[in-house]
T-cell receptor, first 114, second 114 residues
Framework: DTGVSQDPRHKITKRGQNVTFRCDPI?????LYWYRQTLGQGPEFLTY????????KSRLLSDRFSAERPKGSFSTLEIQRTEQGDSAMYLC????????????FGQGTRLTVV | AQTVTQSQPEMSVQEAETVTLSCTYD???????LFWYKQPPSRQMILVIR??????QNATENRFSVNFQKAAKSFSLKISDSQLGDAAMYFC???????????FGQGTRLTINP
């Protein structure tokens, strides 16, 4: 296992289109996180899963955003009716269930909405 | 809500010298974790060092060490013997003991001059 994998790495879409990103965590990691990072800023938390259960969602996650982790393995993040403000890097991370567990990040999916 | 502030958008240092990156945070909690993450250009974020708030001893990882001042809510990162490979964005992050999300600062871009 080489780490957290995200696909695609880059996505350009027209405003109003739907997009879906995939994240494959490190295989033994029970927790999976999604963050959004805009240019020049630190990542902002969107949501996290423990196994297949989505346990926390940020207010940043509007109704147009939905995340799933159907079998407790990979996760998808879908954005419906994309807006220019959705342009950002979407980062996925995973970790074990331990108090000081390190979160391992993927390389991210860069979304550009034109 | 907790906030993390990195007041230095950019820093530069000569190769082999020492540099300190600043981070302050705001919280009313007594138990929490602090992290420094490194994000090289076009590569994934990796953990540099972490500190548990209940531990008075400052964490050290090879050339990286922190100065944790709990009362002042300050968590600076010192990089000794800077190397070209240290060039990256550095993010300070906070996590509550009972929570899973990381709260990141805005980042500091570190440049290493040969």
């Amino acid at each position: 296992d080489t780490g957290v994998s995200q696909d695609p790495r880059h996505k350009i879409t027209k405003r109003g289109q739907n997009v879906t990103f995939r994240c494959d965590p490190i295989s033994e990691h029970n927790r999976l996180y999604w963050y959004r990072q805009t240019l020049g800023q630190g990542p902002e938390f969107l949501t996290y899963f423990q196994n297949e259960a989505q346990l926390e969602k940020s207010r940043l996650l509007s109704d147009r955003f939905s995340a799933e982790r159907p079998k407790g393995s990979f996760s998808t993040l879908e954005i419906q009716r994309t807006e220019q403000g959705d342009s950002a890097m979407y980062l996925c991370a995973s970790s074990l269930i331990k108090s000081m567990a390190e979160a391992f990040f993927g390389q991210g999916t860069r979304l550009t909405v034109v | 809500a907790q906030t993390v502030t990195q007041s230095q958008p950019e820093m530069s240092v000569q190769e082999a010298e020492t540099v300190t990156l600043s981070c302050t945070y705001d919280t009313s909690e007594s138990d929490y974790y602090l992290f420094w993450y490194k994000q090289p250009p076009s590569r994934q974020m990796i953990l540099v060092i972490r500190q548990e708030a209940y531990k008075q001893q400052n964490a050290t990882e090879n050339r990286f060490s922190v100065n944790f001042q709990k009362a002042a809510k300050s968590f600076s990162l010192k990089i000794s013997d800077s190397q070209l490979g240290d060039a990256a964005m550095y993010f300070c992050a906070y996590r509550s003991q009972g929570a899973q999300k990381l709260v990141f600062g805005q980042g500091t871009r570190l440049t290493i001059n040969p």
